[in-house]
């Protein structure tokens, strides 16, 4: 099936640091998500991007769409306490429905004080 | 605002039991799916559905069943549970099956299947 591959897996940084992870595919996108999952918890939606190059702020998050639709990142600047959990790429395929979004695995973030 | 809402929150389960994860939704949304999520695998999608009456496989359907007999609710059954079924469900909805209508999340369901 498709593959969405997101990275790094992990990251340990230390507060205050900037973030950045990113997810890249070789299919083309129409939209990209990037939710958060707290521990025990569901994800939450972060951020939605819907055209190629769109660039999207929600807070200290940035996130894009690229350029190729087969690519997008996240960052986070300044990074607190409260940013650490798992966070998600999420991508719908060009022409699929609902039923075609297909999520990276993951990049498990973790923060020093 | 209940938003997505996921019963039971833990369950286990003897191998060959039967049983129905609940998901219900107040947001009047066309579109409810559910996955699952393991360790390592991200979340993958196993049935959804556009709307009352409507339903579809997903990526991972086998061993599971669901319904959608109102806009609310939207079930799903495991026949005869298997060791490989242990995983964390999580059920989202959103407004209509449209790529700018992003998925909402419930809290998931920890079903462990002994």
């Known amino acids: 099936g498709q593959q969405l591959n997101q990275s790094p897996q992990s990251m340990f940084i230390q507060e205050g640091e900037d973030v950045s992870m990113n997810c890249t595919s070789s299919?083309?996108?129409?939209?990209w998500l990037w939710y958060k999952q707290d521990p025990g918890e569901g994800p939450v939606l972060l951020i939605a991007?819907?055209?190629?190059?769109e660039l999207t702020s929600n807070g200290r998050l940035t996130a894009q769409f690229g350029i190729t639709r087969k690519d997008s990142f996240l960052n986070i600047s300044a990074s607190i306490p409260s940013d650490v959990g798992i966070y998600f790429c999420?991508?719908?395929?060009?022409?699929?429905?609902?039923?075609?979004?297909?999520f990276g695995k993951g990049t498990k973030l973790s923060v020093k004080p | 605002n209940a938003g997505v809402t996921q019963t039971p929150k833990f369950q286990v389960l003897k191998t060959g039991q039967s049983m129905t994860l609940q998901c219900a939704q107040d947001?009047?949304?066309?579109?409810m799916s559910w996955y699952r999520q393991d360790p390592g695998m991200g979340l993958r999608l196993i049935h959804y559905?556009?709307?009352?009456?409507?339903?579809d496989q997903g990526e991972v359907p086998n061993g599971y069943n669901v319904s959608r007999s109102t806009t609310e609710d939207f079930p799903l059954r495991l026949l005869s549970a298997a060791p490989s079924q242990t995983s964390v469900y999580f059920c989202?909805?959103?407004?209509?099956?449209?790529?700018?209508?992003?998925?909402?999340f419930g809290d998931g369901t920890r079903l462990s299947i002994l």
């Open positions: 999420a991508g719908q395929l060009k022409g699929g429905s609902q039923g075609n979004l297909i």
């Open positions: 947001m009047n949304h066309e579109y």
């Open positions: 991007l819907y055209k190629a190059g």
């Open positions: 989202a909805s959103s407004l209509a099956l449209q790529s700018n209508q992003p998925q909402h």
């Open positions: 559905s556009v709307g009352a009456g409507i339903t």
């Open positions: 299919s083309i996108f129409n939209t």
